[in-house]
């Protein structure tokens, strides 16, 4: 599949509700829509970081200004007969994983249109559906959490995520426990917390909790280790794991015993199958993760999830949850805490584009030379 022209594009995309995490409140995404052109055929991905570095190191300006001046310059007018010698392209660049990845997805989505293939079937997914839960903010209350808990398992939603932060943690998981026992609840700390909070934890446990995301350093796995040999509950790692090696060594000194795996924070959809394999030779599970993704990255991590390890329900609710208006024309919506996937070729999905334009900030259009 030869490339032969590319499009970033800036989009301002209101979100429906007030989402406050141990980062602070985003009330917007601003989101980079890439379009890779070849063979008449369109490859889509959007980008998941922000203007501000809080979830990992990767900014919105940066990662413009690395697919204009160097990642796209270096793949366009150039023909790849799979993703993985696209990925040898631009590897040997360190870091910005998700910028990367935003490139090494859209190929995917271009290659699989070539195929006429959806990319969960090229990949090697074993469904068609995939579990899904929701995620829930920090909120005024603890009354205002579990009215939003209770609308969350009437829809049948199989999973209840919680994020927490010092001084919002313990109370209300354990309130959240009460008054819904059987309900399958994780808490989410977004590294909010060291190991000097060792006795929140083990107060954690008694929440019943199927595991705690995330809660010491987005860098660190070493002190993740002791803290999980310290509790009960199982940890799930999520900014910790950028690469396959990382899972790997994760999960070789015992760091945790679930992964999140978000495929734009290792680098894109060939190396969410690694690190998925990885944690299947150890017989650990992943579960799809969510960083307010539109259409195009929801479907994206939606085609991932099909693959055999994803046992444990994602982040991938229905895209009406969380904005008014979608950026693709087919609307990804969950029935019975069930995902399906799309089965169209590449992603599956199609730009709804009268929408773009009205929300667009900036483009760029680049050709080979």
Known sequence: MKIEAAELRLISLPLKFRFETSFGVQTERHIIVLTLYGEGLEGYAETVMEYTPHYREETIPGAWALLEGLLLPRVLGREFANP??????????RGNKMTKAALEMA????WCKGLG????????????EIPVGISLGIEASIETTLEKVAKGLSDGYKRIKLKIKPGWDVKVALAVREAFPEANLTVDANSAYSLNDIA???????AQLDYIEQPLAYDDLLDHAKLQSAIATSICLDESIT????ARKALEIGAGRVINLKPAR?????QSRKVHDIAQSYGLPV???GMLEAGIGRAANIHVA???MFVKPGDTSSASRYWQEDIVEEALEARGGMMPVPQGPGLGVTLKRDFLKRITEKTAYLTSR
């Open 84 to 93: 993985e010698l696209l990925w040898g392209e631009i590897s040997s660049y």
């Open 243 to 246: 690469s396959p090696e990382d």
């Open 266 to 270: 290792v680098g894109g959809i060939l």
């Open 117 to 128: 293939q959806p990319i969960w079937k090229v990949l090697g997914g074993v469904r068609q």
């Open 200 to 206: 929140t934890f083990r107060a954690l446990d008694a």
């Open 107 to 110: 190929f995917w989505d271009l």
């Open 306 to 308: 099909t693959l055999p």
């Open 287 to 289: 579960w799809m993760g």
